[in-house]
């Protein structure tokens, strides 16, 4: 047996789309199929109902799923402790986030905590959505942090943990000041006067939250550059190459300076919650602190 079934298994409890799961687990939709198939002959029973659409777990899958949630956590815990033994470190407290929130958030408000308690050890996985929430319910981080939006469906089951709401991070169009004061840029824009665009990719979060914000208004925005990095389209901003919407905190300095201006009104703008997610009885002491503390 593969523990990589077990993940697959979760994965699909989790969404009940083979072709979504396929794509977290960054697999063909074929070979993930194989993996369902392999786990389920390796059971003696079938657990998925394929006759429905979407596809739903059998009584047996419904029986397994916590199984299997259990395991793949208690797997990876054992193999983190005996890491941490073998090197004889203290415990690491363990971070899932997304890049910007682990640049222009969780940095500081860790330097702050560290100053206050210098025993503590912090090791921060920045990822992609996705890829920090199958952390979390794999129990491969203890705390996840991400964002929230109105418009955009959770991808993580959040019954199984807790969650601590923040602070509110809002996502605003600017540009350069001297490139949309020298070629007038401004949103909507006018007709047939392109404005150049600096896009998330649209599969990340942010891209979502973007697109939600537009919406079906029409701009004369003209997609010239696409990244899955705040930061990368930050750079880009600031050396006047268009307009991107970029997280407050990464551009409170620069807003301040002038050397970026927001475009548009405040409906161009989308606030999103930036919230922390564990499960408590994972925590140790020091976990429990921060915790309490965050």
Known sequence: MDINWLRDF???????????????????????????KSLENWIGVPLIDRAT????LSEA?????PVAQATVAEITDARQAIREQARGNATFQRFAALHAISVNFLQPRMAAFERQYPEVRTRVISDSLTACCQLLNEGGCEFLLYYRHQDVSPILDETRFVRKDICEERLIPVAQHAAASRFGWALPGTPGRA???LSYDPNTFLGTVVDQTIGSRKTALDVRYMDALAEALKRRTLAGAGVAWLPEFSIRSELDSGDLVRMGGRDWTA?????????????DKMGQMIWDQF
């Open 195 to 197: 404005v150049p665009y």
């Open 61 to 65: 899958g419904q029986q397994f799923l």
């Open 271 to 283: 606030t999103m919650t930036i919230s922390l997610f564990c499960s408590p009885e994972r925590l």
């Open 10 to 36: 979760v994965c699909l409890g989790r969404t009940l789309n083979f072709t979504r799961a396929a794509e977290e687990r960054n697999i063909t939709q074929s070979a993930f199929s194989r993996r369902i």
């Open 53 to 56: 659409y979407p596809v739903r």
